[in-house]
């Protein structure tokens, strides 16, 4: 008899979960037509008219200008003249030799003094003084000045 009850009972376990996962399944994923008519009144696409030439879409933009829009990139034109050779410019380098961190001080001040630009320039162990000015009389005095603080300097003239 046992046998013959354990022969049904694992049958009648399973068909009744079945029914219940089925039965749960269903109430669960009731379907409502109220939630998927809003989706079906998608408006139709509209026919947007050719544009004959490459230009009218910047005017188009122009027209109808919003506020925050700015065009990817900026146009520049420009016109090189090959005819005349580029001119040449002088650079004058300002040699001083090696210098102690207080005469190096007491240099970006007098030039910062005579109000000239400059630019340091340094390969490996050597350092440059490279001055971009075309007053060589100026370059002079700041040599006679630099020399108040124990610099010797010397001007050289680099043409480029």
């Not at 696409?45 to 065009?71: D, T």
């Amino acid at each position: 008899m046992h046998t013959m009850l354990a022969k049904w009972l694992f049958p009648a376990i399973a068909g009744g979960v079945a029914i219940f996962l089925v039965i749960f399944l269903v109430q669960v994923n009731r379907s409502d037509a109220s939630i998927y008519a809003d989706k079906a009144d998608i408006p139709k696409a509209q026919n947007i008219p050719s544009i004959v030439s490459k230009e009218k879409w910047i005017e188009r933009f122009s027209k109808h200008e919003q506020e925050g829009y700015f065009y990817p990139v900026t146009e520049i034109f420009v016109e090189v003249d090959l005819k005349d050779p580029p001119k040449k410019t002088t650079i004058y380098q300002l040699k001083a030799g090696d210098l102690d961190p207080y005469q190096l001080y007491c240099l970006k001040e007098v030039l910062h003094q005579y109000k000239t630009k400059y630019m340091f320039e340094q390969q490996r162990d050597d350092m440059k003084l490279v001055i971009y000015s075309q007053n060589v009389k100026q370059l002079e005095n700041i040599v006679k000045t630099l020399k108040n603080y124990a610099i010797n300097a010397q001007i050289i003239k680099i043409v480029r």
